[in-house]
């Protein structure tokens, strides 16, 4: 299959389109809760023709917004080569006029080339969508293994700016190796930190486990335990009530899960318990499809008087105090030993201390 069509309703669809994976999985181990990988090489032709059909089942009754991805990052040169992306530029624009395109990709691959070409469309109709995660440089590279450079993020942001398109980040709400209290600081942090930096909106995503990811064997392993779905309720709760409305919400059970057809394990969705799971649900659900009310939407949700809440609340009050460069570090060696053994880690250990080192200044 070289490309897929998901039409999710009247106003939403999205097209993957097959290409030979990305290259952050092919040649850094990929991030940690990420389940695009490396895969077969597909040809140039293959791609513009797969889409066109894909395009063909979809023109007569087109929808509000398409999102257009890859096994990766659309605009990577390694996975969609210019010639071919503009090609595509040129059938999303015979076909969807009137449609507003998602874009999503890593920072790193939009450079001037892409801009210029972005200018084919009415920006008004683009929307670049970029995985952020966390705006913590340590946090990013150490609990995501993202490999990213934040500091590149601003600079990106001002130049699509300039030609008038928006951005969006892509928050995660979960990550491996922190606290339930550093899970909420740091989302709030990188919430502020990216509307200050010039996104129009935020995306926030409680971490799902994802079979055949590095967070599932942490999961498997004990050294990851999947995220509260209050932890996503107390976040909207402290987000500053101007910056609310600019706020979208996905991978929270109140979103149809559908597995994989090759996943003979389901992916593992942050939840509450079982009395208030629906309830809570309701609200996040009216949250993520209006723009009246919201406040008082995750206000209800907070209120909600359950046993669960109050294990959430009891897990934030006793939060190890830890510091987390020394958490980092052992948790580390345990994880080494535990998929390696001692002896691999007796070579390693100290190139894997470099590392942790270069990253820079760790919170404390």
């Known amino acids: 299959m070289d490309s897929s069509l998901i039409r999710e309703s ?16 092919l040649k850094n181990g990929g991030c940690v809760s990420c389940d695009y990988w490396a895969g077969n090489s597909v040809t140039s032709e293959a791609q513009l023709e797969t889409l066109i059909s894909k395009l063909r089942c979809i023109e007569d009754n087109p929808p ?3 999102l257009l991805n890859t096994n990766g990052s659309i605009f990577d040169e390694g996975e969609l080569c210019r010639v071919t992306r503009i090609k595509i530029f040129a059938e999303l624009q015979k076909r969807l006029p009137e449609t507003k395109l998602i874009f999503e990709t890593r920072a790193e ?22 995985g952020v995660e ?40 979960g990550l491996p190796f922190l606290t339930a209290t550093e899970i909420i600081s740091d989302t709030l942090y990188t919430i502020e930190w990216c509307f200050q930096t010039g996104f129009d909106a935020c995306v926030l995503f409680p971490m799902n486990i994802k079979p055949f990811t590095a967070l599932s064997w942490m999961h498997k392993n004990g050294f990851y335990n999947p995220t509260s779905l209050w932890a996503l309720v107390d976040i909207l709760a402290s987000v500053k009530p101007e910056l609310l ?11 149809e899960q559908v597995r994989h057809p090759f996943y003979k394990e389901p992916v593992i969705i942050p939840i509450t318990c079982s009395d208030c799971c629906k309830e809570v649900n309701l609200h996040l659900t009216n949250f993520a499809t209006s723009r009246y009310n919201r406040i008082d939407e995750i206000e ?8 669960c809440r109050k294990q959430w609340e009891q897990i934030l009050s006793n939060n190890d105090t830890d510091i ?32 942790i080192k270069s990253v820079g200044a760790l919170p404390t």
């Not at 009247?10 to 990305?22: D, L, P, Y």
């Not at 691959?109 to 469309?121: G, H, R, S, W, Y």
């Not at 209800?300 to 046993?307: L, M, Q």
């Open 64 to 66: 509000e917004m398409l």
């Open 10 to 25: 009247n106003s939403f669809a999205r097209i993957w389109i097959k290409t030979n994976g990305c290259e952050h999985s």
């Open 300 to 307: 209800r949700a907070a209120e909600i008087d359950c046993s």
């Open 324 to 355: 987390f460069s020394q958490r980092i570090e052992k948790t580390f060696y345990e994880i080494a030993t535990k998929a390696f053994g001692h002896e691999w880690l007796k070579s390693n250990w100290e190139t894997i201390l470099g590392q």
């Open 134 to 173: 966390t705006a913590s440089q340590a946090f990013n590279t150490l609990c995501c293994n993202k490999n990213l450079d934040i500091s590149r993020i601003p600079y990106i942001i001002t130049e699509l700016k300039a030609v008038g398109i928006k951005t969006f980040a892509n928050v995660l709400i």
């Open 245 to 255: 409305q600019h706020i979208e919400i996905s991978w929270y059970p109140g979103l």
């Open 109 to 130: 691959t939009i450079d001037e080339a892409v801009i210029e070409d972005l200018k084919f469309f009415n920006p008004e109709k683009v929307i670049i969508e970029i």
